[in-house]
T-cell receptor
């Protein structure tokens, strides 16, 4: 099993450009999440999904959109990138029916907005 | 502000010694806590978890202690090894039925050979 795979791993954008980060998991997890990690800030939840076709806002959703058209994929979109969105983005997934909160994380996608 | 925080941002320990990483939380309704380890350039990895109805839980070389009276969580690593060098995050689930975790800012553990 590959676990959670994120693409691309690195990307540089100019202010105003758009892009999509792709997350794929092969563990048949119901729940998927997008976090961003900034120095000294820990991980902050952007959006999450509790199942195919559903999405919900997390702690810092502004400037991002997400889609969960297939159970195994969770896409994070930036319509008009801003320098404040320079960060490392982590996708995670978890069992939906479980009462534990263990998240399985991808390796991260480092985004720089100039 | 964040309800999950850490007492020390950095910790240096000698190889073979025990490490203790601390975490404070402010939400008395949180019912589940997790520790994650993040190595440089990688995503966080699950270490151990504990429910609010427990005081202590042990894993392989790791122990998590929960003190609900003072809202304090700690991770103890026995016989610390160079491979333990990483950033450690505590996370809390603030309410029953929620699948959202709130992460602390992290503590960087450096192991001195």
């Amino acid at each position: 099993n590959a676990g959670v795979t994120q693409t691309p791993k690195f990307r540089v954008l100019k202010t105003g450009q758009s892009m999509t980060l792709l997350c794929a998991q092969d563990m048949n997890h119901e729940y998927m999440y997008w976090y961003r990690q900034d120095p000294g800030m820990g991980l902050r939840l952007i959006h999450y999904s509790v199942g195919e076709g559903t999405t919900a806002k997390g702690e810092v959703p502004d400037g991002y959109n997400v889609s969960r058209l297939k159970k195994q994929n969770f896409l994070l979109g930036l319509e008009s990138a801003a320098p404040s969105q320079t960060s490392v983005y982590f996708c995670a997934s978890s069992y939906g029916a479980s009462n534990t909160g263990e998240l399985f994380f991808g390796e991260g996608s480092r985004l720089t907005v100039l | 502000g964040e309800s999950v925080g850490l007492h020390l941002p950095t910790l240096s320990v000698q190889e073979g010694d025990n490490s203790i990483i601390n975490c404070a939380y402010s939400n008395s309704a949180s019912d589940y806590f997790i520790w994650y380890k993040q190595e440089s350039g990688k995503g966080p990895q699950f270490i151990i978890d504990i429910r609010s109805n427990m005081d202590k839980r042990q894993g392989q070389r790791v122990t998590v202690l929960l003190n609900k009276t003072v809202k304090h969580l700690s991770l103890q690593i026995a016989a610390t090894q160079p491979g333990d060098s990483a950033v450690y995050f505590c996370a809390e689930k603030k309410r029953a039925g929620s699948y959202q975790l709130t992460f602390g800012k992290g503590t960087k553990l450096s192991v001195i050979p």
